[in-house]
């Protein structure tokens, strides 16, 4: 396949950040700014490509805007939703279109026929993608061409029309190869078909409007725009009654929260409740290289963010619904648990390269599939214990069912806490002893230690707690440089960006002078421009060649860290300046290349828009706290307002009646009172 530039050239792709993304919470979309569809994967997310230009200019897409225009004069989000606007100035006339993945009324009362385990609501996904046009000046010829490919580009279909006529053609499910029934694409403007493309155009006068709908569900889709612009109303409604039910606070940064929000809830998948790391795979991390992966999977250390960044911003049924994805998964899978699921909960997502694509900007190889869920990657218990107490702590209860899956991974960390892996990064070069895989073996033993306090297994608790200790004094000695900087594996002195989650975990009071200097380390010798990296490839064998960018999950952890520390002025300015970097439409890829302000790897980027929700909460955090203190008031902060997890005090437990068990030599000092604490 063919047309693609090297990344010194003119390249007919779009700019990653460009993209608009759509979902139903059963599959995404991204559109580019020529109003093309450039990727849609059926039946859900993590499905074959059926437009799949994004990796390869002739893997499919599927354009509806105006003729010899491709530059918009706007583009955004209806606010409060999913549902992409894009107005056209076309010299002659104006039209804007509407593009969204249908919401409607929940119709399923067969629970056999569908794969939905979590608790229904109102609402669920119409398998449409919906586009609307109204031209509301003058006048614009508008064309509609629709070129599917299927499976990542390797197939082409052949349309055919249907009994209504001009009006409406379709693909034959054998020939789309989608499971279910067949591929349709309808409309109010009559269609021509050229073998494998649907193609469509007619001239617009002010006050004309028109749609198209493709399908792939066993709801009729609608006949007229009067029908269309019904559905596009639902799929509002919806959105916004989504978003109505958070608690987002009042600041001038609500709108990148609300937006984040939105993303996340995109991101989820609907039956499971799974999110998924990204909507894409194989775009590149940096132009041109091999650093390509799939990220349409969901990862387990993803859960403490996902669920601390739910319960934040006030959705609850999210976080309960991932809880039970993850829970689900836990309880299976008890003595084997991968790192990374298919959204669905399977376990097999072998890796393998796809020859047909050429890539984004010519980057190869395309992946599908991710070899990481066969690492070794001990921060899973770690990540496990502390979603299930995050969760616990938000209902002041731990049945059976959780104590159960505690204790097995608590069990299962200590015995491999000694034990090298691939770490955070899923480096595939030689496993190390990662600092932050013992620190999150830590924490499995420390949050273990404090549900076994709630329900009073005291025998138990003070077992784990001492094996906390011995954890946490191993880290100390052995994990420290001479400058007492913590650094990224045993017997290296590189920095490394995962560290900074140590004063977020509570392993240190964030007054302590060793957390202090890791964090002012990593700002000013791991940064680029003020962006932080995850690490220095130079110094950190990960199995491939070739430069690294700055990791926007690592800038947003690094706000987080300096407001733990006391530095809140430097903390408030670079969270300003990585806002800054935000997409037109407020997204944010993995990676950003702090000369160009170029989005760059997987987009939009779940674990990004997670780490902003908490930097940006602890900004705000910090700014009512100091508001309220200088107007003399109590400066309590409201429970969603806290920086901190949820119903948790600052550092390091909270249990009434009870102190924290340090082990003599520990590098912790003995707290015997609230009235000690740092804060």
Not at 106 to 126: F, I, L, M
Request: with cysteine.
């Amino acid at each position: 396949m063919g047309g693609v530039a090297g990344p010194a050239e003119f390249s007919p792709f779009p700019q990653i950040a460009d993209y608009g993304f759509l979902s139903d919470g059963e599959v995404t979309s991204l559109i580019a700014p020529s109003g093309s569809v450039e990727w849609l994967c059926l039946p859900r997310m993590d499905g074959a490509s059926v437009f799949g230009s994004l990796l390869d200019r002739d893997a499919g897409s599927f354009r509806f805007g105006p003729a010899d225009v491709d530059v918009p004069a706007d583009r955004r989000y209806l606010p409060g939703t999913m549902v992409l606007e894009t107005t056209w100035s076309c010299g002659e006339g104006w039209v804007i279109i509407h593009d969204c993945l249908v919401m409607g009324p929940w119709r399923h009362e067969n629970p056999q026929r569908g794969s939905h385990r979590r608790p229904p609501t109102d609402y669920e996904a119409d398998n449409m993608l919906l586009r609307t046009v109204n031209c509301t000046n003058g006048s614009v010829q508008l064309v509609m061409d629709c070129d599917p490919v299927f499976d990542y580009g390797l197939r082409r279909g052949s349309w055919n029309h249907t009994d209504r006529g001009f009006y409406q053609v379709e693909i034959g499910a054998e020939e789309s190869g989608i499971p279910g029934p067949a591929l349709t694409l309808s409309s109010d403007i009559r269609i021509g078909v050229e073998g494998g493309r649907a193609r469509a155009r007619t001239l617009l006068r002010e006050g004309d409007t028109r749609f198209c709908v493709l399908s792939w569900g066993r709801r009729p889709p609608p006949e007229t725009y009067e029908e269309a612009h019904d559905r596009m109303m639902w799929t509002v409604h919806h959105w916004r009654h989504w978003l109505a039910r958070g608690d987002l606070p009042n600041h001038r940064w609500r709108t990148y929260l609300a937006r984040s929000a939105l993303t996340l809830k995109g991101l989820a998948y609907a039956p499971t409740g799974a999110i998924a790391a990204a909507a894409t795979t194989s775009l590149p991390e940096a132009p041109g290289g091999e650093r390509n992966f799939d990220y349409r999977y969901s990862w387990i250390r993803d859960s403490t963010f996902a669920l601390w960044g739910l319960y934040t911003l006030g959705f609850e049924w999210e976080a309960n619904d991932y809880f039970a994805f993850m829970t689900d998964l836990v309880e299976r899978d008890r003595d084997d648990l991968q790192i990374v699921y298919r959204i669905d909960g399977s376990r097999d997502i072998d890796e393998r390269e796809l020859e047909q694509l050429r890539g984004y900007q010519g980057a190869r190889p395309v992946r599908i599939g991710n070899a990481a869920y066969q690492q070794r990657q001990n921060d899973v218990w770690g990540a496990v214990l502390d979603a299930l107490y995050l969760h616990t702590k938000s209902r002041d209860w731990l049945d059976e069912r959780i104590w159960q899956m505690a204790r097995r991974q608590v069990e299962l960390a200590l015995a491999h806490w000694r034990e090298p892996d691939q770490g955070i990064w899923e480096v595939r070069g030689e496993p190390q002893q990662f600092t932050s895989s013992k620190l999150m073996c830590w924490v499995a033993a420390d949050r273990g230690a404090r549900l076994a306090r709630m329900r009073d297994e005291l025998e138990i608790a003070a077992q784990w707690q001492e094996a906390a200790n011995g954890i946490h004094s191993d880290i100390c000695a052995n994990a420290l440089d001479d400058r007492g900087v913590f650094c990224q594996h045993y017997g290296s002195t590189a920095l490394d960006a995962s560290l900074l989650l140590m004063p977020l975990l509570r392993f240190l009071p964030p007054t302590d002078s060793r957390i202090k200097a890791t964090v002012l380390a990593i700002a000013d010798e791991l940064s680029q421009d003020g962006l932080v990296l995850r690490y220095r490839p130079e110094q950190t064998n990960d199995g491939f060649l070739g430069a690294e960018n700055t990791f926007t999950i690592c800038s947003f952890w690094l706000v987080s860290a300096l407001c733990e520390i006391g530095e809140y002025a430097r903390g408030r300015d670079l969270c300003e300046k990585v806002l800054s970097y935000a997409s037109p439409l407020l997204l944010y890829a993995e990676q950003i290349d702090p000369k160009s302000g170029r989005h760059l790897g997987n987009f939009p980027q779940a674990f990004t828009h997670l780490a902003l929700i908490n930097a940006v909460m602890h900004v705000i955090g910090h700014e009512q706290h100091a508001a309220r203190a200088k107007r003399g008031s109590d400066a309590t902060i409201a429970p969603r307002q806290l920086p901190w997890l949820p119903g948790e005090l600052p550092w390091p437990h909270n249990f009434p009646g009870t102190a924290p068990l340090v082990a003599q030599g520990s590098c912790l000092g003995r707290i015997t009172s609230l009235g000690q604490l740092p804060w």
